[in-house]
Structures are given as C-alpha cells and as structure tokens.
C-alpha cells in the first residue's frame, strides 16, 4: 500500500490542522495506521494510531485531548485532527502503515509502509 500525507501548513498556536492520509494500491481497513512526527535534530516520535478491523486506537501522551485519529474508510483515508496547537507540535509529520499488535504501535519498526511527510509549523 501506498502512503499520502497531505495537510501541513503554518498555523499560529492554539490553531487547528487536520492531516490526511490517503492509500492506494491496498485497503487501509487491513491495517494499523500511525501518525509519527519528527522535529529538527530529534528522533522520530509516536503521536498517534489506530485499527479499523479490531479496533483499538491509542495517543502519545503529549497530544491527548487535542488530537484526534480518524478513519474514512470509504475514501481510504485516515485523519489526524490536530486542535491547540503548541509550537513544540512544529514537526514534520509522517504516516505509515503496519500490521504489528497494539504493544508495537508506538514503535517505528512496527510499520512496513511510510508516506512522504508534510510539515506543520506551529508560530507562537
């Protein structure tokens, strides 16, 4: 499956961005679909997954209550509503694809398929 982030954008703090992620080539509902971000001279960090078969969705402690993933499945897409945002959001945002058990989303390796990224800058 194919990978396309798509949202970014400058957005002063406390404004609200929503990201998407579109699929082709494979359906997204057989998947676990991750929202990862990485800053300037930082690691790439978990923000937020979830799985449409099974269910099961799970948030970075540092984005609860003002994140939210969501699924279209119709249009093959997940979501990542981002609402206060702080300038430490300001990150280029990645999201990917995997099949691993809950215990594995917040990890990197966990996901086989990766979009491009889209940067989110966040002024304050």
């Known amino acids: 499956v194919q990978l396309q982030a798509s949202g970014g954008g400058l957005v002063q703090a406390g404004g609200s961005l929503r990201l998407s992620c579109a699929a082709s080539?494979?359906?997204?509902?057989?998947?676990?679909v991750g929202w990862f971000r990485q800053a300037p001279g930082k690691e790439r960090e978990f923000v937020a997954a979830?799985?449409?078969?099974?269910?099961?969705?799970s948030y970075a402690d540092s984005v609860k209550g003002r994140f939210t993933i969501s699924r279209d499945s119709a249009k093959n897409t997940v979501y990542l509503q981002m609402n206060s945002l702080k300038p430490e959001d300001t990150a280029v945002y990645y999201c990917a694809a995997g099949r691993g058990p809950y215990s594995t989303w917040s990890q990197p390796r966990s996901y086989g398929n990766w979009g491009q990224g889209t940067l989110v800058t966040v002024s304050s």
């Open positions: 979830n799985r449409w078969i099974g269910g099961g969705i």
């Open positions: 080539g494979g359906t997204l509902s057989n998947y676990v």
